[in-house]
T-cell receptor, first 115, second 114 residues
Framework: DAGVTQSPTHLIKTRGQQVTLRCSPISGHKSVSWYQQVLGQGPQFIFQYYEKEERGRGNFPDRFSARQFPNYSSELNVNALLLGDSALYLC??????????????FGPGTRLTVL | AQSVSQHNHHVILSEAASLELGCNYSYGGTVNLFWYVQYPGQHLQLLLKYFSGDPLVKGIKGFEAEFIKSKFSFNLRKPSVQWSDTAEYFCAVNPYSSASKIIFGSGTRLSIRP
């Protein structure tokens, strides 16, 4: 079975631009979460979607937005890019929303560089 | 605020040495606990997990971790490390009340001398 897939692999943008990152969860998984991993740090939670609804949001500005489609794939959008947005953006999927035995599976990430 | 602390930023060991990486979290409710590993150039992989039951959990590649509830700790251990264990290790907590949100520690970089 295919794991979590993300596209593109790498992306270079300039300050002020907008970017869209894409994620396809493992087949059958209904929940998708997004994380930002800055070099040298652990991943930071951005969003969680379940059944196409936002169910959780981390401490990120409104420039960050996301959505989940009927096939459970997801997009993360970042507007007005700043240099500090340069990071590895990770997508993770899981069967359910929460609770016991809920395990997340991570994709390879999209490396975003903002110049 | 909920947080996860990993005590060591960089650990250097020789092959066959024993390993223990510390992890403490601040959350009083029920949690799921994880250790993830990120090998150079690869994505995050689950090493082991604790959901309930026996506080000593075994994972892949000979790793194990012990959940001590009274100390809010979930330390990772391996009796004899190999060069291939060189990687970044992340402790993570999923509070039951926070849906699928996982809170990660800042990571410990493990370097193994051949």
């Amino acid at each position: 079975d295919a794991g979590v897939t993300q596209s593109p692999t790498h992306l270079i943008k300039t300050r002020g631009q907008q970017v869209t990152l894409r994620c396809s969860p493992i087949s059958g998984h209904k929940s998708v979460s997004w994380y930002q991993q800055v070099l040298g740090q652990g991943p930071q939670f951005i969003f969680q979607y379940y059944e196409k609804e936002e169910r959780g949001r981390g401490n990120f500005p409104d420039r960050f937005s996301a959505r989940q489609f009927p096939n459970y794939s997801s997009e993360l959008n970042v507007n007005a890019l700043l240099l500090g947005d340069s990071a590895l953006y990770l997508c993770a999927s899981s069967w359910e929303l929460a609770g016991s035995y809920n395990e997340q599976f991570f994709g390879p990430g999209t490396r975003l560089t903002v110049l | 605020a909920q947080s996860v602390s990993q005590h060591n930023h960089h650990v250097i060991l020789s092959e066959a040495a024993s390993l223990e990486l510390g992890c403490n979290y601040s959350y009083g409710g029920t949690v799921n606990l994880f250790w993830y590993v990120q090998y150079p150039g690869q994505h995050l992989q689950l090493l082991l997990k604790y959901f309930s039951g026996d506080p000593l959990v075994k994972g892949i590649k000979g790793f194990e971790a012990e959940f001590i509830k009274s100390k809010f700790s979930f330390n990772l251990r391996k009796p004899s490390v190999q060069w291939s264990d060189t990687a970044e290790y992340f402790c993570a907590v999923n509070p039951y009340s926070s849906a699928s949100k996982i809170i990660f520690g800042s990571g410990t970089r493990l370097s193994i001398r051949p």
